[in-house]
C-alpha cells in the first residue's frame, strides 16, 4: 500500500470547547504535490513545530499558548499533552532519549513576533511511561492525555527568542537551540542544565530591514554529518551550513547550499523551518509564502506545494518526515493558518498537513 492511501477524508465533530469541527477537506494539488490535512485546530493557532514519536504520532509546539499537543496521523486525532506554567509559548522541539523531548518555552507575541528577554527555558517531556492507545470508535476527537512527565531543565535568562532546536549527536544528552532574535546558537545538557553559547555567527543575524526582527531559524542536522544546517528567516543564505567540534562549536566557516529563493516570496521572508530526507535534500516550509520547497545538497531549488498567491497551504512553519513503514515518505507540514500574513479569505485553523514525496 502507497503511504498516502493511510490519510483517508474524514470530518469528527468535537465537543471540545472552542475547537468546533476538525475537517479534513479534498487534497490540494500543485505540480505533482499532493497534500492532505491530517488535523485542524481551531482559529488563530500556530503550529510552530513539531517531532515524531516512533509510534507515529505527532508532537506540535504552539505559539501563543503554552500547550504540546499529540497528533495521530492516522486516526485524525489530538490530545493536549502539557500546559506549561508561566509562558505563553512553546517552540522548538527534538527528540533527545527514546519518546523524551526538549521543549524551548517563553513568552512570545503571536501578533508582533517579538519574545521577551528572560522568560525562556528549556524543558523535557518523558513520554516513555505515559499510555499510548488508538482511539475507540466512539471516544471524543480530542480528549486530554494521561499526564507526560515534565522537568524543566535549564532557564536560559539571556535569550530573547528560543526557535529551532536540534540534538548534538556527538554530545550525548545535549542539544543546540537557536535564538532568532540574537543570532546566536545555545548548547544546552539535558540531563545537568549547563548551558552555553556555542556559536555566535553574522550568517545568524535578523535582517534589521525586515518586518520582523527574526533571524536564524531552523537548525538541523543530517545523520552522519558533522555540519549543522540551517535557515535564515529574512537574509541571504536561504539555507546553509556550517561544520561542527563534537562539543557544537563551529569547526570552519558558513559554507552557502542556497543564497537566495528563485521563487516569488512574502515579506522578503526567505525560509522557514526545514527537514533533511535520507539523500540530504532540505524541504524547507515557507512561511508566510504559503509554500514548501526542496533544497537540493547542490543548492537546486523546487517549489513544490503553493506559492505567494495560493492558498494551497497557509502558513507554513516546520516540517518533518514520518518515521514508521506507513509514513516514512511523507512529509508532515504544520501551519498557523496565515496568522504572520493574514490571505485575504481569512485566517485558518492551524493544521497538520501530510505531503506525499513518494514521486517527487
Known amino acids: 500500500m502507497r503511504p498516502n492511501h493511510v490519510f483517508g477524508l474524514v470530518c469528527i465533530l468535537s465537543p471540545y470547547p472552542g475547537l468546533g469541527t476538525a475537517a479534513f477537506p479534498s ?183 525586515a518586518p520582523f526582527t527574526l533571524g536564524l531559524n531552523g537548525i538541523q542536522m543530517h545523520s552522519g554529518d558533522d555540519h549543522l544546517y540551517f535557515t535564515n528567516s529574512f537574509r541571504s543564505p536561504v539555507l546553509a551550513r556550517i561544520p561542527l567540534h563534537a562539543n557544537g562549536t563551529a569547526a570552519g566557516p558558513v559554507e552557502t547550499i542556497l543564497s537566495v529563493t528563485p521563487f516569488p516570496t512574502h515579506l522578503g521572508a526567505q525560509g522557514d523551518d526545514f527537514a533533511l530526507d535520507a539523500a540530504g535534500n532540505a524541504w524547507i516550509t515557507g512561511d508566510p509564502s504559503n509554500n514548501v520547497a526542496r533544497v537540493t545538497t547542490s543548492g537546486e531549488a523546487t517549489q513544490v506545494v503553493g506559492g505567494v498567491n495560493s492558498t494551497a497551504i497557509v502558513g507554513p512553519t516546520a516540517a518533518h518526515f514520518g518515521r514508521t513503514e506507513r509514513d516514512r515518505k511523507i512529509l508532515y507540514v504544520v501551519t498557523n493558518g496565515g496568522m504572520a500574513n493574514p490571505p485575504l479569505s481569512g485566517v485558518v485553523g492551524g493544521k497538520v498537513i501530510a505531503l506525499d514525496t513518494t514521486d517527487l
Open 27 to 209: 487534497a490540494h494539488t500543485s505540480r505533482d504535490a499532493v497534500i492532505q490535512t491530517v488535523y485542524e485546530f481551531y482559529s488563530e493557532t500556530w503550529v510552530e513545530n513539531l517531532a515524531n514519536r516512533a509510534n507515529g504520532n505527532i508532537l506540535t509546539t504552539i505559539i501563543g499558548r503554552p500547550e504540546v499537543w499529540e497528533v495521530n496521523p492516522f486516526h485524525h486525532t489530538a490530545e493536549l499533552l502539557y500546559t506549561f506554567p508561566r509562558a505563553t509559548s512553546t517552540l522548538g522541539i527534538a527528540e533527545v532519549a527514546p519518546d523524551k523531548f526538549a521543549v524551548a518555552v517563553g513568552n512570545l507575541s503571536a501578533t508582533t513576533i517579538v519574545g521577551t528577554l528572560g522568560s525562556w527555558s528549556v524543558w523535557t517531556l518523558d513520554l516513555s511511561h505515559t499510555r499510548s492507545y488508538p482511539p475507540h470508535p466512539h471516544m471524543d476527537a480530542v480528549h486530554v492525555a494521561q499526564p507526560a512527565d515534565a522537568v524543566k531543565i535549564a532557564d536560559i535568562p539571556d535569550a530573547v527568542f528560543l526557535n529551532g532546536m536540534t540534538t548534538l549527536p556527538t554530545a550525548p544528552h545535549t542539544i543546540l537551540v537557536g535564538d532568532a532574535a540574537l543570532g546566536v546558537v545555545y548548547s544546552v545538557n539535558v540531563l545537568t542544565g549547563e548551558h552555553s553559547i556555542a556559536m555566535d555567527n553574522p550568517a545568524f543575524k535578523p535582517n534589521p530591514s
